[in-house]
């Protein structure tokens, strides 16, 4: 026959132990309330921080988006759109670390429950705390930075081009951005620098998308080289 185990007590417990014990106790009980108090603390110092992006971002620059060229556009379209699902996910789950999750109060089988038990229900609740506010941290971070990538690209990427004119005259054809226009003369914008048109000569001014490869009038040139000596700067 199998020899049957025999519990014996162990040593007496030394004040050293019955104090670990009682140090290990007051952590038990008091894990979930110190988690709360972090996560509160995180939620005020990152919404702080988020103010101050917001006011950042009173600062002056472009302020439409379909002002920029392609495909800076739908860049800048695609990283507010993951912002706001990055911060609306952040805030939520810090919220669940601060204030708990909107369910009731579970007690463990054997009403009335024992100390361990209601400490060991309250040690997991801590660990879905801390879970909940280290991604929630995370995925708040990555909101700002989506949000300060997003006016990034909107204030220094690249612009659309503007409408451009195409300007028929009995010596060629101007084509370009359309300048200031000045006792009847049209100030051209185009890639070798500015033209001077006479409108009183021109034959049909057309709006084009693109301009075709064509030299500037010959009757353009002295005038366009005055015009531009006269600009300041």
Known sequence: MTPRPRVRPGPPGTPADRQAARQTRELLAGQLSRAREAALAWRNGLAALFAGLFGFGLVKGRTDVGGLAAPYDALVGGALLLCLVCGTLGALLLLRA??????????????????????????????????????????????????????????????????????????????????????????????????????????AVTAVDDCPGAAPPEDAGPLSRRRAARRPG
Do not use: F
């Open 98 to 203: 601060a204030h708990g999750a909107p369910t009731g109060v579970r007690l463990p089988t054997g009403v009335p429950a024992t100390a361990t038990a209601l400490h060991l229900g309250d040690h997991m609740e801590t660990r879905r705390t801390v879970r909940a506010l280290t991604r929630g941290v995370a995925l708040t971070i990555c909101c700002g930075a989506l949000l300060v990538t997003a006016v990034a690209l909107t204030w220094y990427g690249p612009g659309k081009d503007g409408p451009r004119v195409l300007v028929r005259t009995p010596s060629g054809v101007v084509c370009g951005k359309p300048g200031r226009t000045e006792d009847g003369v049209l100030l051209v914008r185009t890639d070798t620098g500015e033209v001077a048109v006479r409108l009183a000569r021109a034959e």
